[in-house]
């Protein structure tokens, strides 16, 4: 029986976690390889090496790059392999979902469409998407540039029905503009940029209504012909799906079915290392698809527009769609750089531009994170800067400064207490000179040690991670954490960021508390994704969490009153990224949890299984999942007869995907005590069981 851990519906990764390696098809060079091997050797074997170490080192199943200069592609080759059973060579037209890179493409449509006088960035989306409102009259004040520089006030990633297996959802759009119809805003428009998933998925709409064309059409007829991307398409678009590089979960050999991410602006897209370098020229100096003005638009300095820390490097400085306009280390030696992470929930990659060098490179991969990519692509682009002589030498990796131990102030000793980002965490800080950060309602995690130091901040020993505490103008404190990391064998990544905000107490009744406590450790299972969601392969079951210690809070959302508890942290950057408001509400006799737009049904609803031979299971005219506990038939296998757009999911007593018949292609299923199995479809849909004594 296959067992997989639990995998993320989304991943995002910022932090630091037999190989072939020969041409298996043509790649068109400008010069002779003659004249290319000569001037790129060295760094042709530094990538080779760079690429070994990811796939034997860092977990990856696959990478491909490439590198393209004054418009031609200079070097392009994989490592690692297509497939962990069938004997087949990668190539470098194999296509890899490049996530969110896929930003820069519905950012340069907008921009193509800003060129012809057909869009004002400071105008109103409404202005152009007449069916856009949302339950927050501010939405109003929202900007085109705002939806390309994260700054718009939109909660965040509305995914549901949006990552799925094999099938493309066409209804996505309407589904977005339709759920943004309930939603609130997290912060006033323009008030600051945080990474924001859902404003290029409006981004996408808005150049369908303009345009008045399908996004994919449009990329295809503006880009992809143009620039002779033949090894890219968008989850609309037909193509074989043995072009994709294979994807896979932990050590297991079965590989996935394709992953589809409907949202194609803000990340859907899949493309190959070389097409990613091809539609890197069109914000290059030598291109002319789009206009001085709309590459200086793109390239300035979005961020400091609005609240964001006085940090020089940093993974996170938006401009127009680029996640980073002044890229680490690339600034150290006066050259421009512009830099794209994308990461879906298995594939990962990295663009980075150099426009006034008419360079970029790009890398992809199956597995890993896009941080290693980034760094792999950084160390490609320096060699390649050295070779052709426009830097001198490659600066050595920064040497990390001992801290040096000092008392803590009584002024920063007010700084301690509570503070919220992407997790919970409580910082407790000692008169002689030692800060403690501990992750709240995350036990297992161990708590860090950090030293005042000489310098005005707190350090780990080796100095590698530093913090400050910044009050910003909004009377907020913030935690600032700068780090710098040597990923081994890879290179050397600096960072800095807020990454939480310090809350207040959030006083609430002993009757509203109590509500909540009973809730306490309590799980909730999905019921409203389709059959072929990946949120049934490790998100689909969210527990409760509270702590006495932080009464009035459950996770980072403020308990409003018995069902409602909000987020509200405003943190620029990643750390204040997709929020959402937490409701609970009665359907019947159970109790069903609301959280990131999908639909949870509390443990304590879910049934037995059925016992007889050749019971049924039927999906009602609601759709919802049907999950049942398996105590009742455990040391049983049952062999389940799954109708068409359907599918069967089963769990371990720790909520461990077992078996995915989407996946597995299995219908057959042992069941032992503890387990669950959810029953998803269309409704109508039924399932009929049969067991038998396993043996």
Request: proline share 3%; with cysteine.
């Amino acid at each position: 029986m296959k067992r997989w851990k639990k995998v993320l519906a989304l991943t995002m990764v910022s932090t630091l976690l037999f190989t072939q390696s020969a041409y298996a098809e043509k790649i068109p060079y400008v010069g002779t390889q003659q004249e290319v091997k000569e001037q790129y050797e060295e760094t042709a074997k530094k990538a080779g090496s760079l690429a070994k170490t990811l796939c034997e080192t860092y977990g990856v199943q696959s990478v491909q790059y490439a590198l393209i200069d004054q418009g031609k592609i200079v070097l392009a080759n994989h490592a690692g392999a297509y497939s962990r059973t069938e004997n087949r060579l990668l190539k470098n037209g194999n296509m890899y979902g490049i996530g969110s890179i896929s930003k820069m493409y519905v950012t340069a449509s907008i921009m193509k469409l800003y060129d012809e006088g057909k869009i004002d960035l400071d105008a109103p989306v409404t202005k152009y998407i007449k069916e856009f409102k949302m339950a927050d009259s501010r939405y109003k004040k929202i900007t085109v540039r705002m939806l390309l520089n994260h700054s718009s006030g939109l909660m965040g990633s509305t995914f549901k029905n949006s990552f799925t297996f094999d099938t493309y959802n066409k209804n996505v759009k309407t589904e977005l503009l339709n759920e943004l119809k309930t939603q609130r805003l997290k912060a006033e428009p323009g008030a600051f940029s945080v990474y924001c998933n859902d404003g290029f998925t409006l981004a996408e709409i808005l150049v369908e209504r303009v345009s008045k064309q399908d996004f994919s059409e449009y990329l295809q007829q503006n880009f992809f012909d143009e620039l002779g991307m033949n090894n890219t398409k968008t989850p609309a678009q037909s193509f074989p799906t043995s072009k994709l590089a294979k994807t896979y979960v932990g050590n297991d050999t079965t590989a996935l079915p394709k992953e589809v991410l409907s949202t194609i602006g803000a990340g859907g897209i899949y493309s190959s290392a070389a097409d990613v370098c091809r539609m890197a020229t069109v914000f290059m100096e030598q291109n002319s698809i789009l206009s001085k003005q709309a590459k200086e638009e793109m390239e300035s300095m979005q961020y400091k527009n609005g609240l964001w820390p006085e940090v020089e490097d940093g993974l996170f400085a938006y401009g127009l769609g680029w996640d980073n306009v002044s890229v680490y280390p690339f600034h150290k030696y006066g050259i421009k750089a512009l830099s794209k992470a994308g990461d879906t929930s298995f594939y990962h990659g990295s663009l980075i531009t150099l426009p006034e060098e008419n360079m970029a490179v790009a890398v992809l991969s199956s597995g890993g994170a896009s941080s290693y990519d980034q760094v792999m692509g950084q160390e490609i682009l320096l060699t390649a800067l050295k070779e052709k002589g426009i830097i001198k030498q490659i600066e050595p990796s920064e040497t990390l400064k001992a801290p040096v131990k000092a008392t803590i102030p009584e002024q920063e000793m007010e700084n301690a207490g509570y503070y919220a980002g992407l997790l919970m965490y409580q910082v407790e800080m000692e008169k002689e000179g030692t800060l403690t950060l501990s992750y709240v309602a995350n036990k297992e995690m161990p708590s860090v040690q950090l030293i005042y130091t000489t310098d005005g901040d707190f350090a780990t020993q080796d100095g590698s991670v530093r913090i400050k505490f910044v009050k910003e103008k909004n009377g907020k404190t913030y935690m600032l954490q700068s780090q710098c990391a040597t990923l081994p064998a890879l290179g050397q990544v600096k960072d800095a960021q807020y990454v939480a905000e310090k809350i207040e107490e959030n006083p609430v009744s002993d009757q509203v508390w109590n509500t909540w406590k009973e809730r306490d450790g309590k799980k909730y299972y999905l019921v409203d994704e389709p059959y072929n969601a990946l949120s049934y392969f490790g998100s689909a079951v969210a527990q409760i969490e509270i702590t006495e210690e932080l009464r009035g809070y459950i996770a980072t959302n403020m308990i409003q009153d018995e069902v409602l508890a909000q987020g509200m942290i405003q943190i620029p950057g990643m750390a204040g990224r997709d929020m959402s408001d937490l409701r609970f509400y009665k359907k019947g006799n159970a109790e069903y949890m609301e959280y990131d737009e999908r639909n949870y049904i509390r443990e304590d609803f879910l049934k037995q299984l059925p016992t007889k031979n050749n019971s049924l299971i039927t999906i009602d005219k609601t759709g919802e999942t049907k999950w049942y506990l398996a105590d009742s038939v455990a040391g049983k296998t049952v062999t389940v007869q799954i109708p068409k757009n359907a599918s069967v999911v089963l769990y371990d007593k720790d909520n461990n995907v077992l078996d995915y018949s989407i996946v597995t292609k299995n219908n057959t299923m042992e069941l032992k005590k503890g387990d669950k199995i959810a029953f998803v479809g269309q409704p109508g849909s039924k399932f009929k069981l049969t067991y038998a004594k396993t043996k």
